[in-house]
């Protein structure tokens, strides 16, 4: 996030994180920038500013309709991190959000050393901790931890993790059923969120986890039907197959039968189709936001911008992006 300069009334000088439409609540949030920005307010008034900024971003608009960018899969270790500067990873993607109030990816990637006992075809997926200022500087608000390689770093590093985003006022979704807990709907500004993880970790200490059952979300999102909309985020899918899994599609329809205003996976690496189900936004594949896979179905991903009207209805549109390059691209090409 750029960072502006003042001086206060003893005219010593501070740093203030810019403010940027989705996140207009950070201008309380003072900053040291001798290196790079970061909260000096406690993490959990952070956090609560930032959940709270797209309803106050909202109240001054005559509909109140509030957005919400949900991207697909980051790395910000390995290749990314290679080719990135800290905090420039995501720079190029801000564009594709630049009219929401709050974003949330999907960080493939706890921060933080990884684990020994990855291979070429099952690697285990990390990033240095300091490339939490990649997701800082590009306003991302939240990240879904429920992916199979949010413990790759160890229980302690995905910990570690959320910590240290907390620290950067950036919530963390998903991480109880990834610690061995059942399944949380949380709150997330406009909306309510359930990260669902499907695709089973490979290695230790994750592979010991056993996705839940259709049966066992249904059940959680019915319990939760009154209230704020609810976005189901699920992290599965098949790489390298282009078209959506049938199976998909029987999800999609039970979760939206059972509450979720939208359902959107990630996972596999590649963009698949959206639909309307029941009036409802389904994306079966938002594919990459930013990752180092050269092929070139991987490099195409998608930004589902939800519209959260008054009538608690949500409205898709699409942003798209170069995953590899890190920047926008014109949709269809």
């Not at 040291?32 to 959990?44: F, G, K, N, S, Y």
């Not at 921060?111 to 500087?137: K, M, N, Q």
């Not at 979760?255 to 936004?281: F, I, K, N, T």
């Not at 608690?312 to 390059?325: F, G, K, Q």
């Amino acid at each position: 996030m750029p960072c502006s300069r003042h001086r206060d009334g003893r005219g010593a000088e501070h740093w203030t994180s810019g403010a940027t439409p989705q996140l207009r609540a950070r201008q309380a949030i003072r900053v040291d920038c001798t290196r790079h920005c970061e909260p000096t307010l406690p993490h959990w008034l952070a956090t609560l500013l930032l959940l709270l900024a797209p309803l106050l971003a909202a109240a001054g608009r005559p509909n109140a309709e509030v957005v919400v960018a949900v991207g697909g899969d980051v790395l910000l270790g390995r290749g990314v991190a290679a080719a990135s500067p800290v905090g420039t990873a995501l720079s190029g993607l801000r564009p594709a959000w630049a009219a929401a109030d709050l974003v949330i990816v999907n960080l493939e990637a706890p921060l933080g050393p990884c684990l020994p006992g990855g291979t070429p075809s099952h690697p285990r997926l990390c990033a240095a901790a300091e490339r939490v200022r990649d997701l800082v500087a590009a306003g991302v608000g939240a990240v879904t931890l429920g992916n199979n390689h949010a413990l790759d770093a160890g229980v302690r590093g995905l910990k570690g993790t959320v910590v240290r985003l907390a620290r950067h006022g950036i919530a963390a979704v998903g991480v109880r059923p990834m610690l061995g807990g059942g399944l949380q709907i949380e709150s997330l500004g406009p909306l309510r969120v359930l990260s669902v993880n499907l695709a089973r970790p490979l290695l230790a200490p994750g592979r010991a986890l056993h996705p839940p059952t259709l049966t066992q979300v249904v059940a959680t999102l019915r319990k939760a039907r009154a209230g704020p909309p609810m976005a189901v985020l699920i992290h599965s899918g098949r790489e390298g197959v282009a078209d959506v899994a049938p199976e998909a599609a029987l999800w999609a329809k039970a979760l939206v039968q059972a509450g979720a205003a939208a359902v959107l996976w990630h996972g596999a690496h590649r963009v698949l189709a959206h639909a309307s189900v029941d009036g409802a936004p389904v994306h079966y594949g938002l594919g990459n936001l930013r990752f180092d896979q050269r092929d070139p179905a991987a490099r195409l991903g998608e930004v589902a911008l939800l519209h959260v009207g008054k009538d608690r209805r949500l409205r898709l549109e699409i942003a798209c992006v170069d995953a590899l390059a890190g920047q926008l691209r014109a949709c269809g090409k």
